[in-house]
């Protein structure tokens, strides 16, 4: 749970807030540029940011988050003189881990990249060189993911494949994921908060199972309530 308010300058980023994440759960947050979703989940992965945060980042358990989650950013932030087997072990090379060869192999399968482990990020397509980041975030086998926009460069078609592709391989993990695209919190979210300066907006979701079909209606009448809220927002 992330309960508290930040600050940047004196100035308020966000008011006192509460968001609490279900176990096992696709988390979707939403929101307009500058509302302080990328510095909630920098808060959560206990990474700086800009911002004065008076508040507290806690677990039911009341174990500390931060050592318990993986973070994908929006950009795939691979080394680019390392091949895809060097990036995707990055983390744990960098804590002087013993390496696991056998889990490398099973995740570099997972996400499709096992012919092209020994590539550099320069010979991959914009969607294999994602699936490269998600394959690095699920080596570090952690319970929380944080995902900040991490298909938005993606055409549609790639986009719907990686949404599917990452529900897949991160069954079982609680989630939480910055998107601006209201289609794809339709999709994803087993729970769909709106964050604006002032308040957290809970959002209903459809009942289907996610990844939901992107032709179901009640998808479609979710994004559609989605796109209405946020254009009241910007207004």
């Known amino acids: 749970m992330v309960k508290g308010s930040a600050s940047i300058d004196g100035a308020p ?13 696709w988390t979707c947050l939403l929101g307009g540029s500058g509302v302080g979703k990328s510095t909630i989940l920098r808060l959560v992965s206990g990474l700086p ?35 895809i087997e060097e990036n995707v072990q990055l983390g744990g090379r960098l804590r002087a881990e013993p390496r696991c060869k056998q889990k490398l192999q099973d995740i570099l399968a997972r996400v499709g990249l ?12 914009g969607g294999q060189r994602q ?12 319970p929380i993911v944080l995902l900040d926009e991490p298909f938005s460069a993606l055409d549609a ?4 494949l990686m949404q599917d592709l990452a529900v897949d391989v991160l069954r079982g993990k609680t989630v939480l994921i910055v998107t601006h695209d209201p289609a794809e ?14 308040a957290l907006i809970a959002c209903p979701t459809p009942e289907a199972q996610v990844p939901r079909p992107v032709d179901d209606l009640e998808t479609l009448e979710c ?10 927002q910007a207004a």
């Open 157 to 160: 078609q790639t986009r719907a």
């Open 223 to 232: 994004q559609a309530a989605l796109m209405r809220l946020l254009r009241g």
């Open 13 to 25: 980023l966000f008011r006192p807030l509460s968001l609490s994440l279900e176990a096992g759960c």
């Open 49 to 83: 940011t800009e911002a004065v945060f008076e508040g507290d980042v806690t677990a039911s358990d009341n174990i500390a988050v931060a050592p318990r989650v993986a973070y994908m950013a929006q950009d795939d932030l691979l080394l680019p003189w390392a091949t």
């Open 114 to 125: 096992s012919d092209h482990a020994g590539k550099r990020p320069s010979e991959l397509s």
């Open 185 to 198: 919190a339709a999709r994803l979210g087993h729970a769909i908060v709106v964050m604006t300066p002032d």
């Open 131 to 142: 699936r490269a980041a998600l394959a690095r975030t699920l080596m570090e086998d952690k």
